[in-house]
Nanobody
Framework: QVQLVESGGGLVQAGGSLRLSCAASGPTFSYYAVGWFRQAPGKEREFVAAITWRGRSTYYADSVKGRFTISRDNAKNTVYLQMDSLKREDTAVYYC???????????????WGQGTQVTVSS
């Protein structure tokens, strides 16, 4: 199975930036589409961004378009989420997830990381 580990979360002021990383095990990770999701306390998990296995196409939720950038380095088995112009409403636990096949914006992913906390102060 694919193992995913998120890192890079922390506390940041509104308007600041963070870069999250999702490190995966195994050489076959490069053939998986990867999505980022987030969940705030008392709220449902929501889609944030996704990237195809080659990294040629990316997808973003309307709430983060223009502020977040997803990318991947398959040689390092790592997917990144660059988060700029952070807002207080971005506060959540962020999860990366992987699946074989096309990108989806629902939670139809096969493997999930443990999550990393992002807290944005105002």
């Amino acid at each position: 199975q694919v193992q995913l580990v998120e890192s890079g979360g922390g506390l940041v002021q509104a308007g600041g930036s963070l870069r999250l990383s999702c490190a995966a095990s195994g050489p076959t990770f490069s053939y998986y589409a990867v999505g980022w999701f987030r969940q705030a306390p008392g709220k449902e998990r929501e889609f944030v961004a996704a990237i195809t296995w080659r990294g040629r196409s990316t997808y973003y939720a309307d709430s983060v378009k223009g502020r977040f950038t997803i990318s991947r380095d398959n040689a390092k088995n790592t997917v990144y989420l660059q988060m700029d112009s952070l807002k207080r409403e971005d506060t959540a636990v962020y999860y990366c997830a992987a699946r074989k096949g096309v990108v989806v914006t629902t939670s139809e992913y096969d493997f999930w990381g443990q999550g990393t906390q992002v807290t944005v102060s105002s």
